[in-house]
């Protein structure tokens, strides 16, 4: 018997991304199909696990497929039958960033008709509806260009060095004053702990610096982080039991480069110590000083 191979659908918007998580996911070994309907998922996997290893597999499906996407929760049942559990992951955007990409690439957009790029959008928010809302890992485009874009892809589905436990943590430190980021779970304000921009020898470090981060404990982070940990280690081995890919969760301070950046380190450590898969760290707002950005 073949073995099975690791499926995942990508779908969304367009112009949210999909293209270039395809790349991101073909430079990691996966075989991948773009624009397939879906009926034939089911054939396509199976192929591949006779032909191929069991090479894990990543297909595109998007609002071309029409009413073929209908098809869709016919064919993730047939794989699931065959014992391959298919991850969906569903790529969304702003909407006034996707005018934007479209006008840049001067790209026709695949249900545009008649009247504005707002109204073709506002269609296909309304098809993709129901398959956006059966996906348990959404990834908000808005504020990555398409390098970062393929990063992020690769940190979640790269090779697993934990088995089935598929759970990704992406911890975000960032500043208020620069606005709140678009796709948190979590989002938690320390900006009442003592701020080390007002203490002259620390104002040019960043949190990433040991005596910024010592300050920050001394000066009510230790509380912040114990009250921040507890609600964590009760939520997130429930995302995990529950097949939940990914986690986002944001710590703000008013810029984004002392508190923030510090309690994000620490938390980050904690959650790696709890082993329920991968942990992803990054500082938006950070202005670094005598470290590698």
Request: proline share 4%; with cysteine; hydrophobic share 45%.
């Amino acid at each position: 018997m073949p073995v099975k191979s690791r499926v995942i659908i990508v779908t969304g918007i367009s112009g949210s991304g999909r293209s270039t998580s395809l790349r991101a996911l073909e430079d990691l070994g996966y075989y991948c199909v773009d624009n397939l309907p879906a009926a034939l998922l089911p054939s396509l996997v199976e192929t591949i696990a006779e032909r191929l290893v069991a090479a894990p597999v990543a297909v595109g499906i998007d609002i071309r497929a029409g009413h073929l996407l209908g098809d869709l929760d016919h064919a993730m049942d047939t794989l699931r039958s065959t014992g391959v559990r298919p991850e969906l992951v569903f790529l969304d955007c702003a909407d006034d960033v996707l005018v934007r990409r479209f006008a840049e690439t001067r790209r026709k957009h695949p249900v545009w008709q008649a009247g504005s790029i707002t109204d073709a959008i506002a269609q296909e928010r309304a098809t993709m509806l129901e398959v956006r809302e059966r996906t348990t890992l959404v990834i908000d485009t808005s504020d990555m260009n398409v390098h970062q874009l393929k990063r992020h892809v690769q940190r979640l589905f790269e090779p697993e060095a934990f088995g089935e436990l598929r759970l990704m943590v992406a911890i975000e430190s960032f500043g208020f004053k620069h606005g709140l980021p678009r796709d948190a779970d979590y989002v938690f304000d320390v900006r009442f702990v003592d701020n080390p921009y007002f203490v002259p020898e620390l104002a040019e470090m960043s949190g990433l610096d040991p005596a910024v981060s010592e300050f920050v404990i001394r000066r009510g982070g230790d509380a912040a982080l114990d009250r921040i940990i507890a609600l964590l280690d009760l939520s997130l081995p429930l995302h995990a039991q529950e097949g939940r890919a990914l986690v986002t969760i944001a710590i703000g301070c008013t810029g984004g480069q002392h508190r923030s950046v510090a309690i994000a380190e620490m938390l980050a450590q904690h959650i790696r110590n709890m082993r329920l898969g991968r942990v992803a760290v990054h500082h938006r707002n950070i202005k670094l000083a005598g470290h590698a950005a």
